[in-house]
């Protein structure tokens, strides 16, 4: 069964701490994005992955860290620099990038909360 | 700058009736143009698109319509189900990246 994994679902974190959300996508896709969403801001991009040890910086990098080691994995990081971390984060994916056709596969998401 | 707008965070709809949500952008440059729906607490799943050199796109229920004059998108959903009920956002393309407007929430009541 084919699609995108994200782990954990609910995450919880104290200030100062950094975290990793898993993303795992066994679709064979070259591309992949991490996306946060907060309420009445829609989704906006973090970071995102054309290929294999290669990323690029979304309009909202800052506090956050990725890498792509494997054509599957591409796990975020929110480190203690990203001052407001509570949000929802969404994986994605796409066979080509999203410029194309903007087509994008998407994880059912990781709630993050900072307490 | 918010690039691509939704300007009705939501939307009421009887069943049975057209549901008309709205888009709005600001760069005649975008290639792609795209609807995406979401449940609660899910990710967001791709609906429809069309491209910039056409004008509409129909899928069963599901039409687009993009005014190219106006900068503006249009998804129309007819007739509308309760099961249509969900956060709708409208994204475009551009260069390798994909961006959202910010959702307008559908409620389908009997």
């Known amino acids: 069964d084919g699609g995108i994994t994200q782990s954990p679902k609910y995450l919880f974190r104290k200030e100062g701490q950094n975290v990793t959300l898993s993303c795992e996508q066994n679709?064979?896709?070259?591309?992949m994005y991490w996306y946060r969403q907060d309420p009445g801001q829609g989704l906006r991009l973090i970071y995102y992955?054309?290929?294999?040890?290669?990323?690029q910086k979304g309009d909202i990098a800052e506090g956050y860290s990725v890498s792509r080691e494997k054509k599957e994995s591409f796990p975020l990081t929110v480190t203690s620099a990203q001052k407001n971390p509570t949000a929802f984060y969404l994986c994605?994916?796409?066979?080509?990038?999203?410029?194309?056709?903007?087509?994008?596969?998407f994880g059912e998401g990781s709630r993050l909360t900072v307490l | 700058d918010q690039q691509v707008k939704q300007n009705s965070p939501s939307l009421s709809v009887q069943e049975g009736r057209i549901s008309i949500l709205n888009c709005d952008y600001t760069?005649?440059?975008?290639?792609?143009f795209l609807w995406y729906k979401k449940y609660p607490a899910e990710g967001p799943t791709f609906l429809i698109s069309?491209?910039?050199?056409?004008d509409k796109n129909e899928d069963g229920r599901f039409t687009v319509f993009l005014n190219k004059s106006a900068k503006h998108l249009s998804l129309h959903i007819v007739p509308s189900q309760p099961g249509d009920s969900a956060v709708y956002f409208c994204?475009?393309?551009?260069?390798?990246?994909?961006?959202f407007g910010t959702g307008t929430r559908l409620q389908v009541f009997p």
């Open positions: 994605a994916s796409s066979i080509q990038v999203a410029g194309n056709t903007g087509e994008l596969f």
């Open positions: 679709l064979n896709h070259d591309a």
């Open positions: 992955s054309q290929i294999v040890n290669d990323f």
């Open positions: 760069n005649s440059m975008f290639d792609y």
């Open positions: 069309i491209s910039s050199i056409k």
């Open positions: 994204a475009v393309t551009h260069r390798e990246k994909l961006i």
